[in-house]
């Protein structure tokens, strides 16, 4: 049956591409997967993680050893994101300048939050 035979070739045809089509997709989420997999991990690290690491040393909770005068907890610096970010950026004095942190906007926004929640504290 020669239309039988015709539309059998057709479904063969459509199925194989199909094939070839959820073939190259499942490269495309494998590949993409090791990627997925970074974000997520630095993703996990909280605005309390990073200034633990890079931020207490000297602020220890939003005070600042290395400088009393000028606590970062309640710091006009913190009015905004943009003004904390572009400090960041260009930090004065013996204030060092993270480009790990400064390039990752994700990463400001957390340390940006966290530092928001630190308490003036009297005399630190
Ligand atoms: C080596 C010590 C040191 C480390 C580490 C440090 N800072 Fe500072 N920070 C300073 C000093 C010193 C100043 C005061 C700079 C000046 O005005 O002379 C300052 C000032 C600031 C201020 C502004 C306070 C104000 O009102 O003038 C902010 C905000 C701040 N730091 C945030 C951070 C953040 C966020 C981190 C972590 C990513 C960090 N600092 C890590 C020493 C440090």
Known sequence: MP????????????????????????AVLVGLAPHCYGEESASKRSGADIYK?????????????????????????????ATFQKYLEDPPGHMP??????TDKK????????????KKTEGA
């Not at 094939?19 to 190259?24: C, L, R």
């Not at 050893?65 to 009015?79: F, Y």
């Not at 300048?97 to 400064?102: A, E, F, L, Q, R």
Request: a positive charge; glycine letters at 8%.
């Open 3 to 26: 239309i039988s035979g015709a539309s059998m070739k057709e479904k063969f045809k459509s199925i194989a591409e199909g094939t070839i089509a959820v073939t190259s997709l499942m």
């Open 53 to 81: 690491q890079y931020c207490s040393t000297c602020h220890v909770a939003g005070g600042n050893t290395a400088k009393p005068s000028k606590p970062l907890a309640g710091s006009k610096v913190l009015k905004s994101i």
């Open 97 to 102: 300048y993270y480009k790990s942190i400064v």
């Open 107 to 118: 990463l400001v926004k957390k340390l940006y939050e966290y530092c928001k929640t630190l």
